[in-house]
């Protein structure tokens, strides 16, 4: 039989004395760590870094930044990881005014909110207040405004549906020019045009013209009126061609007509 080498347990004793020195460090260390880190949190959540400070708002001109805070639930001193900043913009793009909006954490502890909002193309009154027309083809319900802002037309016996929506449309294929040199837009159907409207323009002149072929023709109104004798005005009618009448002549015209 083969010779063993016999170890004894005192000459070990030093080794595993060692073994598990290392091994009590190692779970001390562990259990130090996890200690520091819950104190850092509970630090953290007790401490103003964790918590909403400042928030920002940018881009918006129609909705107020108030309204903006509430319709988004963005509120100071709310906790940081608590804020689902999807929610708040997606609630916030609820809003017929806003078309886009973003929330961003900017550092620890600041949002900043940036609105796209829809363009308003022109107001509607009803009962001394001003509803916005916006570029989505919607009528505002809601937001009245004590006076119209800009040179945007005035709408009139305008609906919210497809009539509204093509006249919006109409209107954004306008040159910018033609567009804010109209004062008012009426909705005036006829027995042979449902979609007629009658606008009232600033340089005292009136157009005649149906909204399916608003803007083809409406583009051309610059040349149009630049033909008319100095100081001439009266009722341009785009309906069929282009059509030139003085209000004295319309005024004869409708007089004629009642006689016979």
Known sequence: MANKKIVSIESRIPELKKYRKKKLVRHMSIIISIFVLL?????????????????YVDGNKQVDEQTVLKEGHLNLDEFVF???????ADALEQNPLIKKATVELKGLNTLRVHITENKTIGYQEKDG????????GKL???QPKEFPIGNNPIFSNFKNGT??????????????????????????PTKSDDEHIKLYMN??????????TFAEKMSHY????????AGQKGIIDLEIGSYFRTYLKDKEEKAASKKN
């Open 39 to 55: 104190i850092l949190i509970t630090l953290y959540f007790l401490s103003p870094l964790s918590k909403v400070q400042r928030i």
């Open 140 to 142: 505002l319900k809601t």
């Open 82 to 88: 608590g804020l689902s900043k999807a929610k708040s």
């Open 222 to 229: 610059p040349s149009i009126v630049a033909q008319l004798q």
């Open 129 to 136: 207040k001003y509803y916005d027309v916006l570029e989505t």
């Open 163 to 188: 009539v509204l929506k093509d006249m919006v449309n109409q209107l954004m294929g306008l040159p910018e020019g033609v567009l804010l040199s109209i004062s008012e837009i009426h909705f005036a």
């Open 203 to 212: 340089d005292g002149n009136e157009v005649s013209a149906t909204i399916n």
